[in-house]
């Protein structure tokens, strides 16, 4: 036996054709189709190597590991947040102050009486209607006109019954009054005249009939009706009844430029048609308020304006100018005046904190600021995030309904599957975008937090999307359960759940990726499209839908396309990588149709 062996393998033909045939197992070629190597390959890496091979597939694979990174990295790396509002000081023509062309009555009430916007009602009908008394709230009020557009409203208080009747005349004093002779021949006077008022040592009185009999009573001044307006030069000053009476009498009388009131003298100086009132002290005149037919409003509650300055705006209303300067103790300030029927607005260059809007690309920002002065990049950066979670959330919802629905239907068939089946029917008939709009709308009503929002949105993509995934995996399970490998699972007694889950759905998962893959863009272009109507992610968050819709109109287009170019390019390159990635998947698993 030795030399048998012996001999057989010192014949060198004998051992080369040995070599050959254990050779014959062991391929050389690169072809992906060679019988060889095809038995040496797992399926796993038989799917990879098809997939490398499609180059559209790795161009669409690098595209989406860059918006990863460009989103979820580049968030971390940008030194801006991305709610961020940039500034700069600069100079804004603000409202300064404004002032309104009174041609109304305006009311002063004396010190102790009573007169609001009611008697002030009732006054202006009187007036109108050519009375000299009215009634409100029980008391009687007189009118004296002092000039065209000055009344003294007094509050008649009554003093007497008088009786006057073919001759008749007597007078009964209320109690704690006492008439004087002089009295009682002005009121005798008054009645054969027919006068219901008439003044005596500088009081007035007031005859009102009642029946047959006469009430006298006595006025005291209760209210000053005028057109003019008072504006004092400090807000702690007195402006009150007397003041106002004192000064409006002096300026209507020509012959006399001072006046006194509350124990203090003053003067009046007038400019075209503004009177300026000052306090005579012992050795100069303070500037104490300016009164006008004009109503002067600062543009802040805070903000106090100077006499001197409302009379130097006042004085160029009436000379019509539309542009004046004033100095205080800022500087020389240049303001303009506009008009709008009877109001007239102030307004000057402010240094203000101005927000960065629209600002053009720059080192500082590469793609520039949005209308929210806002950094561009850092928004895309944020967005890509918000874009591309709700693309994967929603799928991963779609898939795993899909697969619960669509595996029970195609698995146990009957009454099962022909009611999931009518349920998908359902839902298609469902018309998808309308829905999401009026989603979105009932959202808005609703005052809807924009977080909660996000989450509401992938809810709602996620139910509406499953039909398609479902009606895929139920074909594929009606053609795989009647296989030997499934009839093999049922007999050794596996249960339905792991008959269904282990090794049913397995097989499915290679088109499940394929659809998944695809689906991602098409979802990501749902989000784009409600989030440029306004229905989708809500500011401040950032979507790249959402910037896009910053832009609306046509000069913002076209003179800042750096808002809107960029996220429209990565909402295009996104999609792009996902089909091409979800067509080089399909073409991997299933060679055999490009055949």
């Known amino acids: 036996m030795d030399n048998n062996n012996n001999s057989r393998n010192d014949n060198p033909k004998e051992s080369g054709d040995y070599m050959k045939n254990a050779n014959e197992h062991i391929s050389v070629s690169t072809s992906l189709d060679d019988e060889q190597r095809v038995k040496v390959l797992s399926p796993g890496m038989l799917v990879f190597r098809r997939f490398i091979r499609n180059r559209l597939a790795i161009v669409g694979f690098f595209i989406i590991l860059f918006m990863f990174l460009f989103s979820f990295v580049g968030g971390f790396l940008t030194p801006y947040d991305e709610t961020e509002v940039f500034t700069y000081v600069g100079t804004m023509s603000k409202e300064y102050a404004s002032i309104t062309q009174n041609t109304e009555l305006r009311y002063t009430v004396a010190e102790g009486k009573e007169y609001n916007d009611g008697a002030h009602a009732q006054f202006i009908l009187a007036k109108n209607s050519g009375k000299k008394f009215f009634t409100y709230n029980g008391i009687e009020y007189s009118i004296i006109q002092e000039d065209e557009d000055l009344y003294i409203i007094t509050q008649v208080t009554p003093v007497a019954n008088v009786t006057y009747f073919r001759g008749l005349f007597g007078i009964a004093p209320m109690e704690g009054f006492e008439v004087s002779k002089v009295l009682e021949e002005s009121v005798m006077s008054a009645l054969e005249a027919g006068e219901e008022q008439f003044e005596i040592q500088g009081e007035v009185y007031t005859l009102t009939r009642e029946n047959k009999d006469y009430i006298l009573g006595k006025s005291e001044n209760a209210a000053l009706e005028s057109t003019l307006i008072i504006d004092p030069a400090q807000q702690n000053l007195n402006v009150d009844f007397d003041f106002k009476y ?3 009498k002096t300026i209507r009388d020509q012959d006399s430029g001072s006046f006194s009131a509350n124990g203090q003298m003053f003067e009046v100086e007038e ?6 009132i000052y306090q005579l002290g012992s050795n100069d005149r303070i500037p104490y308020a300016i009164i006008s037919s004009y109503a002067m409003q600062p543009s802040s509650p805070e903000m106090f304006l100077s006499i ?7 004085e160029a209303i009436e000379e019509n100018k539309g542009l004046f300067h004033f100095q205080d103790e800022n500087g020389n300030a240049e303001y303009t005046i506009t008009r709008i029927n009877n109001v007239y607005t102030v307004k000057t260059e402010t240094p203000t904190h101005l927000i960065s809007m629209h600002e ?10 949005d209308a929210h002065g806002m950094d561009v990049l850092t928004r895309l950066m944020y967005g890509g995030r918000i874009s591309l979670s709700i693309g994967f959330i929603v799928v991963f919802l779609e898939i795993v309904i899909g697969i619960v629905l669509g595996g029970l239907a195609g698995y146990f068939g009957k009454w099962v599957d022909m009611l999931i089946m009518r349920v998908v029917d359902v839902f298609n008939c469902i018309p998808f975008l309308p829905l999401m709009i009026i989603m979105g709308s009932v959202m808005d009503s609703l005052d809807v937090q924009p977080d909660k929002r996000i ?7 996620g139910i509406m999307s499953w039909p398609g995934i479902a009606r895929m995996v139920r074909g594929q399970i009606l053609s795989l359960r009647e296989q030997e490998f499934m009839i093999a699972a049922e007999a050794t007694g596996i249960r339905v759940s792991r008959r269904i889950f282990k090794h049913l759905i397995p097989n499915v998962i290679p088109q499940l990726i394929v659809l998944a893959t695809l689906g991602l863009g098409n979802i990501i272009l749902y989000e784009s499209t409600l989030s440029y109507f306004g229905l989708g992610v ?10 896009i819709s910053g832009v609306s109109t046509a000069y913002e287009m076209t003179n800042f396309w750096f808002v809107w170019i960029p996220a429209g390019l990565l909402i295009l390159l996104t999609v792009l990588g996902f089909n091409f990635v979800g ?4 073409d991997a698993f299933d060679p055999k149709m490009k055949r």
Do not use: Q
């Open 455 to 461: 989450f509401y949105l992938m809810l709602i993509l």
């Open 271 to 276: 400019h075209n048609n503004i009177s300026v």
């Open 538 to 547: 809500k500011f401040p968050f950032a979507s790249w839908g959402n910037i």
């Open 308 to 314: 001197d300055f409302k009379a130097t705006v006042l």
């Open 246 to 248: 004192a000064a409006e």
């Open 360 to 369: 053009s690309p720059s080192n500082k920002h590469l793609l520039g600021t």
């Open 583 to 586: 067509d080089g998947l399909r």
